[in-house]
């Protein structure tokens, strides 16, 4: 059965740093490209960074030089760094599993990041 389990997030002040941890299981993971999405109250789901399976990584122009995208392929895990937040990042973040095709085939519980000022 497939699972796609996030931790993480929470609440910080500007400037401060988050990490956040995706764990799958279930399926395959070495294999695919992995990301992170966004969405905040009345916005579009947006995309964060992703990652390919051998580790290259892009970023929305909001995030670059801020958060940092990676993964463990032998622990089947995804991590995102996001440091210097700022009162533009909060939203609700969650990991997707991207297909072989490219199409968003799973996605996790998502987990709330709150910055304050």
């Known amino acids: 059965q497939a699972s796609v389990m996030e931790s993480g997030g929470g609440s910080v002040q500007a400037g401060g740093s988050l990490k956040l941890t995706c764990t799958v299981s279930g399926i395959t993971f070495g294999d695919n490209d992995m990301g992170w999405y966004r969405q905040a109250p009345g916005n579009e789901c947006e995309s964060v960074a992703t990652?390919?399976?051998?580790?290259?990584?892009t970023y929305a122009d909001s995030v670059k030089g801020r958060f940092t995208i990676s993964r463990d392929n032998a622990k089947n895990t995804l991590y995102l760094q996001l440091n210097s937040l700022k009162t533009e990042d909060p939203a609700m973040y969650y990991c997707?599993?991207?297909?072989?095709?490219?199409?968003?085939?799973?996605w996790s519980q998502g987990t709330q990041v709150t910055v304050s000022s």
């Open positions: 990652i390919s399976s051998d580790g290259s990584a």
């Open positions: 997707v599993h991207l297909s072989l095709d490219g199409f968003m085939n799973y």
